[in-house]
């Protein structure tokens, strides 16, 4: 498989909203700046902007029509803090990595993870748009019951914005971080939890192999450690792609897939090879360098017919 290697420094992200997470991480990179603060520059560009339904502020809630945000920050696998189930606090990111460097543990959650955010000075705000708030109030009128008002809970296959920002950076050091944040699916039973703030599912990075970022529907991916699994590959001797690719191959036998189920990674090792690979067509990654700023497609698609 096809794999591509570019010298540091280097940032990779997911989706087409990707190129804003690697605008704002590159003006970092280009300074000197280290690949953690690069990669929690980028992730908390997304999630303050508005456009992007699938991240937060304006991320779509969840049934109950509340915003909840994930979020997980890695360097290596003793640095990495992570939040989940979050309200009424941006940036996710940066209240990740507050709690890998302020804390003895790796993941806060719900309550205690907002009141974690309060006492580290982060503002209270609503993340929830006039936009988000109208795609879910047609939502609910769309999945009422004909007995009444209670909802069909149904949006595991084919609902739309559920994307992951996924970034991945080398600084010039040599140095290797990774970033996700996500509001998850749109519309999700309260409570649920995906891929993204859970080490070794939405994100793995260990600083002598490389790093991988996950997206798309994170059930799929917590159910392989897509990520960790990844990683692994690449330590045994794996190429990015031909890691990337036993992800998506285990992924689809074990965890059959619907068909309009997307699963989606990016790979990238410490020399600055890296990779993109996804389920089925559709996925996009933006790559950034002293050489390249382009919006390109994965190079494995291991469903090439759909």
């Not at 420094?9 to 989706?15: Q, R």
């Not at 605008?23 to 560009?45: I, K, P």
């Not at 450690?225 to 690719?245: H, Q, Y």
Request: aromatic share 4%; hydrophobic share 40%.
């Amino acid at each position: 498989m096809e794999t591509s290697v570019l010298q540091p420094p280097l940032i990779l992200s997911t989706w087409h909203f990707g190129r804003i997470a690697n605008r704002s991480g590159w003006a970092v990179l280009s300074q000197g700046g280290n690949a953690l603060d690069a990669a929690e520059a980028g992730c908390r560009a997304v999630e303050e902007d508005p456009s992007v339904t699938s991240v937060g502020l304006g991320g779509y809630p969840d049934a109950a029509g509340e915003v909840t945000l994930d979020a997980l920050i890695m360097a290596a696998p003793h640095r990495c803090g992570a939040v989940a189930c979050l309200r009424d606090y941006l940036p996710a990111i940066s209240i990740a990595r507050r709690v890998m460097e302020k804390t003895p543990h790796v993941l806060l959650a719900g309550p205690g993870a907002e009141a974690f955010a309060a006492a580290e000075g982060f503002p209270r705000r609503s993340l929830l748009t006039r936009e988000a708030r109208e795609a879910w109030e047609r939502w609910k009128r769309e999945h009422k019951s004909g007995s009444g008002d209670k909802l069909a809970h149904d949006n595991s296959p084919g609902q739309e914005a559920h994307d992951t920002i996924g970034v991945l950076a080398i600084d010039g050091a040599g140095r290797i971080a990774g970033g996700c944040s996500t509001s998850g699916l749109a519309f999700k039973l309260p409570g649920r939890v995906g891929d993204s703030p859970l080490v070794g599912h939405g994100l793995y990075v260990d600083p002598d192999v490389g790093g991988a970022v996950g997206t798309g529907h994170g059930e799929l991916i917590m159910r392989v450690c897509g990520t960790f699994l990844i990683v692994e590959e690449m330590r045994r001797g794996a190429s990015p792609a031909d890691a990337i690719k036993v992800a998506l191959e285990r992924l689809n036998c074990q965890c059959r897939p619907d068909p309009r189920q997307q699963a989606a990674f990016i790979a990238l090792r410490c020399d600055g090879a890296w990779s993109a690979g996804c389920l089925r067509k559709g996925f996009q990654v933006a790559v950034r360098s002293a050489t390249v700023d382009i919006l390109t497609e994965p190079d494995v698609v291991l469903m090439e017919g759909d």
